[in-house]
């Protein structure tokens, strides 16, 4: 099997278990479901659950070929990609970027209506916590549930945007402007994508070193790409990438090309994904999952969308 195969393998089983974990029961309202299925469905990346399923492979010291080998981690692939799908159509929403266009699609709130993009966001918040909970041992659940509050609260996603919003006011200038920019995407972008690997690693009762060494790789990760998405707003495409361009300047953004230039911020990809690269040396090397990894976060620079 190719990586390229393996990696649609992956894909397809997320976006199944994606569709199951999305239809609810006839009590949840139509309207809800249409809007939560409407952006959690549409065509994204896919690159966080992919992390999770991947972490757990690289790790699992069970047989590969056991029908439901994914059953436990899909779980919290399908958690962290609601996580995600929430956090996009919040940051849509008028009151934070006002976008009109996301995944290629309308945003959520211009598709149905503002109330009703809160209360989608809300429900796949919500939703990913009962999706964890049927993670087994309940230790497990437990710990995964952990992780993921922490990434997804304000030590991370929501930390990182209220940072973001700070500052893109201006209302605190007192540390060198680097350094908070990379304390905001950490919490922002970062968080989320390095408990995808923590999660994958953790449900697979990965070793101290192992868990070290994805947790490392997924620090350089979230860093790759929060620089690249940020290259990607100046010098993307905005129909291929599916998004709004050139938002960074146009709202005053801090980004990365702000501060050290296209070429300076090209640099510090460049330097991301060779250290991530770096933190996966501990592992059989020409495994499937590992030749992910790398391809993954090798790809990073020349994303278009
Ligand atoms: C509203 C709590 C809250 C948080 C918002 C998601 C987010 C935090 C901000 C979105 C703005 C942004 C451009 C963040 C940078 C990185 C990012 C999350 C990009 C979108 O993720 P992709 O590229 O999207 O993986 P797809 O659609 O492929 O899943």
């Known amino acids: 099997m190719t990586t390229q195969t393996y990696a649609e393998t992956l894909r397809l089983e997320i976006n199944t278990a994606l569709d199951a974990v999305s239809q609810f029961s006839a009590d949840c309202p139509d309207r809800l479901r249409e809007a939560i299925r ?36 899909l779980r919290a ?9 929430y956090s996009l159509i919040h940051d849509d929403l008028p009151a934070m970027d006002n976008d009109d266009l996301r995944r290629g699609i309308p945003t959520c709130h211009r598709k149905f209506d503002e109330a009703t993009a809160i209360l989608a966001g809300d429900a796949l918040q919500t939703s990913a916590f009962q999706e964890i909970t049927g993670i087994t041992p309940p230790e497990l ?3 995964c549930c952990r992780e993921l509050a922490c990434a997804a609260g304000v ?12 500052h893109e006011k201006k209302i605190d200038h ?7 920019l990379e304390k905001i995407h950490l919490r922002k972008t970062g968080s989320l994508i390095r408990t995808s690997l923590n999660l994958g690693g953790i449900i697979a009762i990965a070793s ?15 860093l790759a790409f929060q620089i690249t998405d940020d290259l990607l707003d100046v010098l993307g495409n905005e129909q291929t990438a599916g998004k ?19 070429d300076g911020a090209k640099q510090a990809a460049a330097e991301a994904v060779a250290n991530a690269g770096k933190a996966l040396d501990i592992f059989e090397q020409d495994s499937k999952p590992l030749k992910l990894l790398r391809e993954m976060i090798e790809q990073l620079p020349n994303r278009k969308k």
């Open 38 to 73: 409407y952006m959690l469905l549409a065509p994204g990346k896919r690159f966080r659950p992919i992390l999770v399923l991947a972490a757990y492979d690289l790790c699992c010291r069970s047989s590969d070929n056991q029908d439901n080998h994914h059953q436990i981690p």
């Open 77 to 85: 692939a399908c958690a962290v990609e609601m996580i995600h799908s």
């Open 141 to 143: 659940a437990v710990q």
């Open 155 to 166: 030590y991370g996603l929501v930390g990182g945007q209220m940072g973001d919003i700070i």
């Open 174 to 180: 007192a540390a060198p402007a680097i350094e908070i």
């Open 208 to 222: 101290a070193e192992q868990l070290s060494a994805l947790s490392n790789f997924g620090y350089y990760f979230g």
């Open 244 to 262: 709004r361009l050139r938002k960074d300047d146009a709202m005053d953004k801090w980004s990365y090309p702000r501060f050290l230039g296209v």
